[in-house]
């Protein structure tokens, strides 16, 4: 990942100079025939854009950027241009400087009709960076299947004329409180750049408690720089040493231990310029997610292994969740649905994906493997395992399809949460309680499986029943598939951050486990957006 750095000249504002070079088209009475000129001229540099073409038309081809009166608007879309690098945006994208030099030279009705749609051009184009993203994630790794909130650009061309021009552009960006806090940890982080950063690294592969020396020293050093320990002196791993460990691993998603061994010294030993990616990249992630979440919401980070409930942006839930393996075709995807059931006691309906890849090939071997499922062919019928030759089949041409019944040992365990998708993931129960225990937990075909299955049950339900836990084990004691129907559907966003701020503690940061946060970084390092050191 590139790690390059904007000068700090090319930061300074160049607001003043903007507002003293602007031309006012209309400043002087002109000609009707000038007037008509520039209204030609702006119909034809928008007819190829069918939304400015809309939107002018409709106005008779009167500017919005070109007369006197329009001084506040164009000093407001100059003055977001100036900060589009406090959002992590490509400053040079937005070439204020450049602008003025088009202002200062537009003398005619026609170079000014064609600057007018060209302002309108970059407006939007603005708009759209800062409300919804640079990139388009699908193309960057397909499984980010986000569906991005793009706005209408002829609605923001009209709700922007009509508008506080100032206020307006304040609105663009994401809403969220976490946009705010991620802005700020940015702006933090880039004034620690510039300041030196956090200092040399730490040496050696692990310290623990009554270990002393250089290494420690360091360590020490590198722990008060990030500001998990405060000024001391000692040279020994000691209880204030131990305790700004937990602090760390805590704070990065670590087995908290209290000692610094090989994981946690690598997390240490990562670089201010690398975690400034990462807020960067959520920054973005956050663009793409610009809608309303819902009053209540869940929330599941697959780098964090969690899966929370949030009621009015109050997190009121977690638990700890397994997520897909780093297999290609096993990663969970990104996306946000709506869950409207969950399944009690389910069947698990196994996906044709794993019938031919996993289990087809034990069945060639011996027709009996696999008895806990049931083989049934297209029309629901069981198929006599004694009698039946899978030694012929293919993956391509195997007919049956393979179901579990209900039981305590199911591959879904006892529960499942049901937001039906074309990508066939859910929540869920599991029997393999013991992966819960690992820090990393990437294991599952894709699903999300919840640590404490029945507890999320139980708060999803509370909001419609007033003794939730016996409603949910009436039905868990009949042994028999019940659906029971969420009153008020909850959306569901399966996110993706390695780096978020809770709303009461510091930033958190975790592991980049299917590298998907260093191809957004290098896709948002080609659009022109750079690291950059901030004094002051």
């Known amino acids: ?26 400043s002087a009475p002109h000609a009707q025939a000038q007037v008509t000129e520039f209204r030609q001229a702006v119909a ?4 190829n854009d069918p939304d400015l073409l809309s939107f002018y038309r409709e106005r008779g081809f009167d500017g919005i950027w070109s007369t006197r009166e329009d001084r506040n608007r164009r000093n407001a879309l100059l003055a977001a241009f100036n900060s589009a690098g406090d959002h992590g945006l490509p400053s040079d994208r937005y070439d204020a400087a450049g602008l003025i030099d088009q202002l200062e030279a537009a003398a005619t009705p026609q170079q000014q009709g064609r600057l007018e749609v060209e302002l309108s051009r970059q407006f939007l184009d603005y708009a759209r960076d800062i409300q919804t993203g640079l990139l388009t994630p699908s193309r960057i790794d397909s499984t980010i299947v986000r569906q991005i909130p793009l706005r209408s650009r002829l609605s923001t061309m009209r709700a922007f004329a009509q508008s506080n021009p100032a206020a307006f552009l304040r609105a663009l960006p994401p809403s ?44 020490r050093n590198r722990l008060i720089a990030m500001g998990y320990l405060e000024r001391t002196t000692t040279q020994s791993y000691d209880d204030a040493i131990f305790g700004a460990i937990t602090r760390f691993q805590d704070a990065h998603g670590l087995a908290i231990d209290g000692t610094a ?35 209540r919401y869940i929330w599941v980070n697959i780098t964090d292994f969690t899966a929370k409930i949030f009621d009015n942006g109050v997190e009121t839930f977690s638990t700890r969740s397994v997520v897909g393996a780093r297999d290609r075709d096993r990663m969970t995807p990104e996306f946000s649905d709506v869950m409207e059931f969950m399944v009690i006691n389910p069947s698990w309906y196994v996906p044709r994906s794993i019938i031919t890849k996993e289990y087809l090939p034990q069945l060639r071997a011996n027709p009996n493997a696999v008895r806990n499922l049931v083989i049934t062919d297209r029309n629901g019928r069981v198929v006599d395992r004694n009698s039946a030759d899978f030694s012929g089949y293919t993956e391509t041409n195997f007919p049956y399809s393979m179901r579990e019944p209900p039981s305590q040992g199911n591959a879904l365990g006892l529960v499942k949460f049901m937001f039906p998708n074309r990508y066939n993931i859910y929540l869920h129960d ?63 966003h399966i996110i993706y951050r390695t780096a ?29 957006v750079a690291l950059r050191a901030v004094r002051g």
Request: aromatic content about 8%; some cysteine; glycine content about 8%.
């Open 44 to 47: 034809e540099a928008a007819s």
């Open 261 to 295: 061994g090989p994981g946690t010294l690598a997390e240490i030993n990562k670089q201010p310029e690398e975690r400034l990616q990462s807020i960067i990249v959520a920054m973005e992630r956050e663009r793409w997610i610009n809608r309303p979440r819902g009053e």
């Open 500 to 528: 978020f701020v809770p709303a009461d503690g510091r930033v958190q940061f975790r592991r980049d486990v299917y590298g998907r946060d260093g191809r957004i970084w290098n896709a948002l390092a080609r659009e022109g």
């Open 176 to 219: 969220a409180p976490e946009y705010t806090r991620l802005m700020s940890e940015k702006m933090r982080m880039e004034r620690l750049l510039a300041d030196g950063g956090w200092g040399p690294t730490v040496p050696g592969q692990k310290y623990e408690r009554g270990d002393s020396g250089a290494g420690v020293v360091a360590l």
């Open 1 to 26: 990942m590139s790690h390059a750095i904007l000068p700090q000249h090319r930061l300074r504002t160049v607001l003043p100079t903007i507002i003293a070079v602007f031309v006012f088209f209309f």
């Open 430 to 492: 599991t029997p393999s309680k013991s992966l819960f225990g690992r820090e990393v937990r990437t294991y599952s075909h894709g699903c999300v499986r919840l640590a404490d299955p029945f507890d999320f049950a139980y708060a999803l339900l509370a909001k419609q029943v007033g003794n939730p836990e016996e409603v949910f084990q009436a039905h868990l004691r009949t042994g028999r598939e019940r659906r029971v129907d969420l009153e008020a559907p909850v959306p569901v």
